[in-house]
């Protein structure tokens, strides 16, 4: 019990950590979230349709703006670390390579929540679509994929950081892998608009899954990464 | 003399029992005609484009377990087998999509389970390309090679947990069945024979490349 509280204490102070130097010098998040606005308003200004046809299109392209404002954070995510040569000073401190790992996909987690915080009221309002109408299912889809896509983009931003072509391989890495929990997220939502909570939730159930296996993946591989 | 033939030879007669399977004992199926013949190579490189995949990962497991340059040779004949045979189920498929389903195209859970799968394999190819350090490309793209068999069991189990127009469990004439299972068998032994040329072949560049280091220091 001492050791998980132990354990939950380090990953915290290491948010804290990330969270702060955001805090203080912000670098990627403001860039992050306007790229959101940008996209949001593009695809709402492209889509000139029914309001209930719309929400058989809006789930789906909801999910894709969040993905593509998000790879902004997935760029910097180790950079800091690189950048100013303290990969080798947090690798000094008394912390496993897991605790890192969970750390740095807590920080996505809550990068992707503060995206769905500013888009999907945004989204309601601009396009008219009832996202919170079923709160409760429609928050459990955000946590399970938000979940799924930080497990798998902290993995691969650990793999190509410090690489030559950093910010082309990221997406391109990211988004076939992270392709399952993308449109698992998106049928799920448009299948909760559509008023087909069955189906929903069967998604919502593949989401989770998702999110297991690329959790476990991610602290197994972890640390094959982070080896130099 | 007759070692260097042995490996081409045994290649073509495995590709010429695989075609009189599908030309000559295969019936003609009474829908589609002669088209329907696609499936029997659609079938065969599908699954050695996942075996593939599943022998990329494996060996890639093993390379991060015990760090000899053969399992990551090994690992990336495979992938690059794998994609080859991806390429080839994708461009099958396209075919016999636009005989029997009058698309060349449709974003069907398989179709795009195996698309994913395809760009996956380019994108493991992209960082072995983007990392001179032998070590480091090795144990990176390792990394990758395992997440990449993430999205196998997907395709398999795309047309069950989807709906989807692929058949789950199709009913063939016994013989259709036969030659299926000819093909399967020919073009499999065809890919792991390639697959161990392939590997044989990056054991030699690596070697080579040792020994001009070595001399050069």
Known sequence: ?228 | MYRILIVPAGLAALLALACYAIFVIAPQEVTMGDTQRIVYLHVAVAWCGLAGCIVMGATAAAYLARRAPAWDHWSQAAGELGWLCTTLTLATGSLWAHEAWNTWWTWEPRLTASLILWIIFAGYFLVRSSIDDPERRARLSAVLAILAVADVPLIIMATRWFRGIHPITPQMDPRMRLVLLISVACFTAFFATLIAVRRRQLDLIAHTTNLENASLT
Not at chain 1, 144 to 153: F, Q, R, T
């Open chain 1, 1 to 228: 019990m001492n050791s998980i509280t132990n354990f939950a204490r380090t990953c915290s102070w290491l948010v804290h950590k990330d969270l702060l130097r955001e805090l203080r010098a912000p670098r990627v998040w403001p860039t992050m979230l306007l790229l959101g606005m940008i996209l949001s308003l593009a695809v709402e200004m492209q889509i000139e349709l029914p309001r209930d046809q719309k929400q058989k299109v809006l789930g789906g392209l909801m999910w894709l703006v969040i993905f593509f404002a998000w790879t902004v954070v997935l760029n910097r995510l180790f950079a800091g670390e690189r950048d100013e040569s303290c990969w080798q000073a947090l690798l000094l401190y008394p912390v496993t390579l897991g605790m890192i790992y969970l750390a740095k996909l807590v920080v996505n987690f809550l990068a992707l929540a503060a995206i769905e915080a500013l888009l999907v009221p945004a989204l309601m309002i601009l396009a008219d679509v009832p996202l919170l109408a079923r709160a409760g299912p429609f928050l459990a889809i955000l946590v399970a994929a938000n979940l799924g896509l930080a497990a798998v983009g902290t993995l691969v931003s650990s793999l190509t950081s410090g690489l030559t072509r950093q910010a082309s391989l990221l997406v391109v890495l990211v988004l076939p892998l992270a392709s399952p929990v993308v449109i698992g997220a998106g049928q799920a939502t448009v299948a909760l608009l559509g008023g087909d909570p069955t189906s929903s939730f069967r998604w919502l159930q593949l989401l989770s899954v998702f999110a297991a296996v690329f959790v476990g993946l991610g602290l197994l591989l972890f640390e094959f990464i982070i080896e130099e």
